[in-house]
T-cell receptor, first 117, second 110 residues
């Protein structure tokens, strides 16, 4: 598609359930990023993929959070045993990589609003 | 460490007023700098960027200049419109990840 797409757009779940959030990057973009936007914490980096590998997972808040990317394209962010503090908007972005291997301009999807009851 | 500080909002202006939103950063090396905008109910959109010192990014009448000596990237617009009402985020790019300021809400009244 023309832009980054994410699904679902909204997800309501009960505390303790697992959720999967999906991101489909811009075609041709080799780098993919996950961020979280919450009222208390602002915009926080979670994880970054270069191809199918994740050189930087430093922003994942706990071992309940994991992400994978397959085929250098679609990525899934999984949150296990969700807690109320996981409620936030989860944003995905993608970019080309520069020749030095660093990220270029990141383009964001519309986000998935997660509500944990 | 790397960080971005923006002026606190909300900023309320009348239509056609001059806008400045201050942004300063702390970073190792020379990061690329960005302004993103989030309109109500929408996702983050890139507004403008600058990749090296003294570069000026511009788009839709907005401008920002990368000032290494003052570690700043202030956003300006000469004449705001009601449609500019949104949240504006300043960000720097280091080692592949964006580090954002806390966001500044702009409300423009007719």
């Amino acid at each position: 598609g023309a832009g980054v797409s994410q699904s679902p757009s909204n997800k309501v779940t009960e505390k303790g359930k697992d959720v999967e959030l999906r991101c489909d990057p811009i075609s041709g973009h080799t780098a993919l990023y996950w961020y979280r936007q919450s009222l208390g914490q602002g915009l926080e980096f979670l994880i970054y993929f270069q191809g199918n590998s994740a050189p930087d997972k430093s922003g994942l808040p706990s071992d309940r959070f994991s992400a994978e990317r397959t085929g250098g394209s679609v990525s899934t962010l999984t949150i296990q045993r969700t807690q109320q503090e996981d409620s936030a908007v989860y944003l995905c972005a993608s970019s080309f990589l520069t020749s030095g291997g660093r990220g270029d301009t990141q383009y964001f999807g519309p986000g998935t609003r997660l509500t944990v009851l | 460490g790397n960080s971005v500080t923006q002026m606190e909002g909300p900023v309320t202006l009348s239509e056609e007023a001059f806008l400045t939103i201050n942004c300063t950063y702390t970073a190792t090396g020379y990061p690329s700098l960005f302004w993103y905008v989030q309109y109500p109910g929408e996702g983050l959109q890139l507004l403008l960027k600058a990749t090296k010192a003294d570069d000026k990014g511009s788009n839709k009448g907005f401008e920002a200049t990368y000032r290494k000596e003052t570690t700043s990237f202030h956003l300006e617009k000469g004449s705001v419109q009601v449609s500019d009402s949104a949240v504006y985020f300043c960000a720097l790019l280091r080692t592949g990840k964006l580090i954002f300021g806390q966001g500044t809400t702009l409300q423009v009244k007719p």
